[in-house]
C-alpha cells in the first residue's frame, strides 16, 4: 500500500502568489493620537508567535514581521519613540548551531519543495544554505522584543533560562534563543524586560503550556491539580516538556508578572490563548485518510473478523468490557475512504487477558489489539503524522500504519486527550481576562480571532484570510505559527483593543501589504 500523505496536497497557489499592494494609512501629524497610553518604550514579552517565528523557525524577515514590530511601527506614527529593538538572528535561513553544529530540533525553516516537473509541492527543510546564528554568540544591549520560541509561562521567570551551559545539561535548563540575548547567565525574561522600565507592554505566553502535550499527540502528563502553592522554581522542575502545566500555577506566576509589569508602565495589553484545534497542523489531515479498493477492504475485515465477533463479545460476556465499549472497538472496512486505526489509552487494554484462555493470542497481535479502535471525526491527526499513514512496518504489506497497525499516541490527539487541553487552556484564559480587568490592561482575544480565521476566514480590502493550509494566507507551512499577514492581523486587533482602552488613534495595518507563504524555495 503506497504512502497517501506526505503532505496534504497544496492546492489554490495562485491565491497565495498574489500579493496586493495598498496605500499607506493616512499619517499627517495630529491625524492620530496615543490617548492615555505611553509608547515611547514598547517592550513585549511571549513566546514564538512574540519573536515572529514562521516555517518551524526564526529568520530575518519572520522577525521583521512579528506583530510587535509592526506595532512598533504603528505607536512611532502617533508618538516619538525610543526605537523598537529585536534580537535579529543572522540570516534568512533559519536554524540554530552551536560549536560548527546544527542543534537537533534547531533545523532550517521549511520551504515548499517541488518535484523534478515542478508538481506535488510539500513542506521541506531549506537545503539551500547553512544555518550561521551560533548561539554561543552574545548580542549587546537591550531588547524590546522578548519573545522567546518554546517559552512556556513559568519558563518566563527561570533564573539560568539564558545560560549557555544550561543548553548542554540533561534535561536541557536553557534556551538558545535567550542565551544569545540575555543580559546574564542567570538573568530571567522578566527582568530583562524589567530593567528596561517599559512604558507600555505586551503579553502573549501560555501557549505552549498546552501546545507540547498536543503537538506530541497527548504524550505528556496533564499536571492539572498537582499545585499546592509550593515554591514555584522547584515545582516546575519536575516537569516533562509534554505536561499541561497546572492552571492554578500558570496563575500563580502569570499574576506575578502582569504585577511586575504593571507596577512602573502607563499600560498593556494581555493576549490569550487559542485553541491548539483551530489551527491547520490538527486540521489539515482528515482522520478518513485511508482509501481502499473493494478488494482490500474485504481482506481487512477478514483479519478483523475474530476481533469483532469473538473477542469482543467474549470479553463483553466475561463483564470486563461494556456494551458502549465494544461498539466503539469495532473495527470496519469499506470501499473509499477509511477512518485510520488508532491506540487510544483511554480504553482498557485487554492484551495481557486476550493472550490467556480462551482467546491464547501471541504478544505481538494481542499488543496490537490491547486498545484499539478506529478513529471518529472528534480525533485529530497531526500534520507532521501525514507521512506516516499508510506506511508499512519492515516492508511486510500486510502490516499498514493507520490500518492494521493501530497508530501511536504520538499520532492522533484523542477527543479525551483534546478535552484536557481544552479545559486547561479555558482556566488560563479566566485568569488572564480576570488580571486585565483588575490591573485596568486591555485584554485581546487571540482564541476569538484564530476560532474565526478557520470557520469563516477574515476579510480584508483583497480578499480573505483563513486557515487553509498554505492556500488560507494565515498560517506558515509548520500549520502552528503565523505568516506575516497572520500577525499583521493580531496586530490590528491588538490596536482595536489599545484604541478601546487606552481611548487613542493608533492607525491599523493594510492586511494586504504583507506576504502570506513563500512560493519559492529562494530565501535569501
Known amino acids: 500500500m503506497k504512502n497517501y500523505f506526505r503532505y496534504i496536497a497544496v492546492l489554490a497557489l495562485s491565491i497565495v502568489s498574489c500579493e496586493p499592494e495598498f496605500e499607506d ?28 517565528f514562521a516555517d518551524n523557525a526564526l529568520y530575518i524577515s519572520g522577525q521583521e514581521n512579528s506583530y510587535p514590530n509592526i506595532l512598533a511601527q504603528q505607536f ?91 543548553l548542554t545539561t540533561q534535561p536541557a535548563t536553557a534556551n538558545p534563543y535567550f542565551v544569545r540575548f540575555a543580559s546574564s547567565p542567570q538573568t530571567t525574561v522578566v527582568q530583562d524586560a524589567l530593567a528596561q522600565e517599559p512604558t507600555f507592554f505586551s503579553l502573549w505566553i501560555g501557549n505552549n503550556d498546552v501546545l507540547g502535550f498536543a503537538t506530541s499527540g497527548g504524550v505528556g502528563v496533564d499536571q492539572t491539580g498537582t499545585f499546592t502553592g509550593a515554591n514555584p522554581i522547584e515545582y516546575f522542575s519536575t516537569y516533562g516538556p509534554n505536561d499541561i502545566t497546572d492552571p492554578n500555577a500558570f496563575a500563580a506566576v502569570y499574576g506575578q508578572m502582569v504585577q511586575d509589569l504593571s507596577a512602573s508602565a502607563s499600560g498593556g495589553v494581555l493576549i490569550n490563548i487559542p485553541d491548539v484545534a483551530s489551527v491547520p497542523y490538527f486540521t489539515t489531515v482528515p482522520v478518513n485518510a485511508i482509501p481502499l479498493d473493494s478488494q482490500t477492504a474485504t481482506a481487512l475485515n477478514a483479519q478483523f473478523a475474530a476481533y469483532n465477533d469473538q473477542i469482543l463479545p467474549g470479553l463483553m460476556g466475561l463483564g470486563l468490557l461494556s456494551a458502549e465499549e465494544v461498539q466503539a472497538r469495532r473495527i470496519n472496512f469499506t470501499e473509499g475512504q477509511n477512518f485510520v486505526t488508532l491506540r487510544d489509552e483511554s480504553l482498557t487494554d485487554i492484551s495481557q487477558i486476550i493472550q490467556g484462555a480462551p482467546f491464547n493470542l501471541d504478544a505481538q497481535t494481542a499488543g496490537l489489539l490491547g486498545q484499539l479502535r478506529q478513529a471518529t471525526v472528534g480525533d485529530l491527526i497531526p500534520l507532521t503524522s501525514s507521512g506516516f499513514l499508510g506506511t508499512t512496518v519492515g516492508g511486510d504489506p500486510m502490516m499498514i500504519n493507520g490500518v492494521s497497525v493501530p497508530l501511536g499516541d504520538q499520532h492522533v490527539l484523542t477527543t ?28 485581546v482575544d487571540a482564541n476569538a480571532t484564530l476560532s474565526r480565521l478557520a470557520s469563516e476566514g477574515i476579510s480584508f480590502d483583497a480578499g480573505t484570510v483563513t486557515a487553509d493550509f498554505v492556500s488560507g494566507g494565515a498560517f506558515s507551512l509548520d500549520g502552528i505559527h503565523l505568516t506575516p499577514r497572520g500577525y499583521a492581523i493580531i496586530a490590528n486587533g491588538i490596536i482595536d483593543e489599545i484604541n478601546d482602552t487606552y481611548n487613542s488613534e493608533v492607525p491599523k495595518v493594510n492586511v494586504g501589504n504583507y506576504t502570506t507563504v513563500t512560493l519559492s524555495n529562494d530565501v535569501q
Open 76 to 166: 512611532a506614527v502617533v508618538q516619538d519613540t525610543e526605537g523598537f529593538r529585536q534580537p535579529l538572528v543572522n540570516d534568512n535561513t533559519g536554524g540554530l548551531v552551536l560549536g560548527g553544529q546544527t542543534i537537533p530540533g534547531f533545523d532550517t525553516r521549511l520551504v515548499l519543495s517541488f518535484d523534478a516537473d515542478g508538481s506535488n509541492p510539500s513542506p521541506q527543510n531549506y537545503r539551500g544554505a547553512q544555518p550561521t546564528t551560533d548561539v554561543s554568540t552574545k548580542l549587546e544591549g537591550s531588547f524590546n522584543n522578548m519573545g522567546v520560541p518554546g517559552a512556556k509561562s513559568y519558563q518566563l521567570a527561570f533564573p539560568g533560562y539564558g545560560d549557555l551551559s544550561g
Open 25 to 52: 494609512p493616512i499619517d499627517e501629524e495630529g491625524f492620530y493620537s496615543n490617548g492615555e497610553a505611553d509608547f515611547s518604550n514598547y517592550v513585549a514579552l511571549g513566546n514564538s508567535l512574540t519573536a515572529g
Open 416 to 443: 479525551s486527550e483534546q478535552e484536557m487541553i481544552a479545559a486547561a487552556t479555558q482556566r488560563y484564559n479566566e485568569t488572564i481576562a480576570a488580571l486585565a480587568e483588575a490591573n485596568g490592561l486591555g485584554l
